[in-house]
């Protein structure tokens, strides 16, 4: 199939997300340049994960388009799913194997062909070189978060999904987090975070989404924010 | 890094080496069916001790009913162990074909069917005093066991997402496991009776048609059963 390429990495219009009867994405327009970090902020409800799963084709949309890294979905889907690294609160490891073995089966799933190198770089960057052999069910909550990462980025995708990844962590593994995300985005890859953290989002950022009742409600580049601080923008745009 | 697409082998094996790896150091899975399945061939027979004539007629229905029970203990784990942490998306978000996740996870099942079998039979053996080491019964053994393992993995794709997915998979999978059920004890009656191939013919046939059929239908639908 051949389409004219965008100037976006990813690129919604319209987009609509329906359950049954009930509508959890009300036609949401958002686009995001190669190389932004894009904090996407709301309540609880207010369909940031719903729109999250659509983007990494693990949930198909009801209506309008949706392309990401110049592919669409939900037709070219393994296209997109290779260009794509996606971090959720659960950690999608399995307890039962070690953190190389984990990370070797992420590799296979992704045909990569130097797989050693591979994990060896990838558990340097997460910092879990030393735990390589330690099987994933002896991990604390913010390694297993770490190792998550390496999961996600074993293929060196372009994309980046992060969904809510600071859910359960404290406040030393959340600062570990900072700079595993921090390294992932300085690689000049496309970031998409949603969280409710809103001290942390501010800090990763460049751009600042608020997503409300299944709509984008505003939208603020970081420097925009001068003025004002997120938690005012934030509260402004939720009550508008 | 440019990374090119795994193939659907290569991305089926990985997703069967796995399994066998977590399985064979937790061991859960295994044991539980294996347990189970000792359990219910001790209770059927000092159920049917007393009675010899009844208990040659009913060797291969009791035989099935375990195999089926374990196996739905089986399959409802190895879909549980995907999901809980959140791992089936991990497999969803592979560039692949996710016929291959399919296939995958239905190769490492009927390992797992098949290594409770193998240790399962030499007790029935002994417990029963009949000899179930026959070519003809060991063929239709291991064509009941695809059967039952092609339609279960999809079915328990499917239960799998609900909240209820311990009672919905054996309520989903008990009836449209009838047909591969039936043909397998008819089956294996028949070795153990000694009758005609003829007469064992339509039920071998049956579970053939069954196999191949539900080995296609998740190559077309296993996509729509995993996705939102």
């Given amino acids: 199939m051949v389409h004219s390429k965008s100037n976006f990495m990813i690129e919604t219009k319209k987009l609509v997300k329906r359950f049954g009867l009930k509508i959890v994405l009300r036609g949401v327009d958002f686009s995001v340049q190669p190389g932004e970090f894009v904090a996407l902020l709301g309540p609880n409800g207010a369909g940031k994960t719903t729109f999250l799963r659509i983007l990494a084709s693990l949930s198909r949309p009801s209506l309008g388009e949706v392309t990401v890294a110049n592919h669409k979905l939900p037709d070219e889907a393994a296209k997109v799913r290779a260009k794509l690294g996606v971090v959720s609160h659960l950690p999608l490891l399995y307890p039962d194997l070690t953190a190389e073995e984990n990370l070797l089966f992420y590799a296979r799933m992704y045909g990569i062909e130097e797989q050693e190198n591979r994990i060896t770089e990838v558990l340097d960057m997460v910092g879990l070189e030393h735990r390589r052999k330690d099987l994933v069910s002896t991990f604390s909550r913010g390694m297993q978060q770490r190792l998550a990462i390496g999961r996600a980025v074993v293929h060196d995708p372009e994309v980046m999904l992060f969904d809510e990844p600071y859910t359960g962590l ?38 600042f989404d608020i997503l409300s009742r299944g709509v984008i409600v505003a939208s603020a580049k970081q420097e925009e924010l001068k003025k004002t601080n997120l938690l005012a923008f934030y509260k402004g745009a939720i009550e508008s | ?29 295994l044991s539980a069916m294996l347990v189970f399945s000792l ?95 026959q070519p003809g019964l060991l063929l239709v053994i291991l064509l009941g066991s695809i059967g039952y393992i092609a339609v279960g993995t999809l079915l328990a794709a499917m239960s799998v997402q609900t909240r209820t997915r311990d009672v919905m998979l054996p309520i989903l999978l008990f009836p449209v496991a009838i047909p591969v059920l039936l043909a397998s004890v008819k089956a294996s009656s028949g070795y153990l009776n000694g009758a005609d191939f003829a007469e064992i013919l339509a039920p071998l046939n049956l579970l053939i048609v069954y196999d191949l059929i539900f080995i296609a239908v998740p190559l077309m639908f296993f996509e729509h059963v995993v996705e939102e």
């Fill in chain 2, 39 to 133: 359990l219910v061939i001790l209770i059927f027979n000092f159920a049917l001790e007393l009675d010899v004539k009844v208990r040659e007629s009913v060797t291969a229905g009791v035989l099935w009913t375990t195999f089926a029970f374990a196996g739905t203990l089986g399959l409802n784990r190895s879909m549980a162990v995907e999901k809980d942490r959140g791992c089936m998306d991990g497999l969803l978000l592979a560039p692949v074909d996710r016929s291959a996740i399919y296939f995958g996870k239905a190769i490492s099942n009927l390992a797992f069917m098949l290594i409770v079998e193998i240790i399962v039979l030499p007790v029935y053996s002994m417990l029963y005093n009949i000899n179930l080491f």
């Fill in chain 1, 170 to 207: 404290d406040q030393d593994a959340s600062e570990m987090l900072d700079d595993v995300l921090r390294s992932v985005a300085a690689k000049g890859r496309t970031v998409v975070m949603t969280s409710h953290d809103l001290a942390r989002a501010e800090d990763l950022a460049t751009r």
């Fill in chain 2, 1 to 29: 890094m440019k990374n090119p697409t795994p193939s659907f082998f290569k991305a089926m094996m990985a997703i069967v080496r796995k399994d066998l790896a977590a399985e064979f150091r937790s061991r859960e899975l």
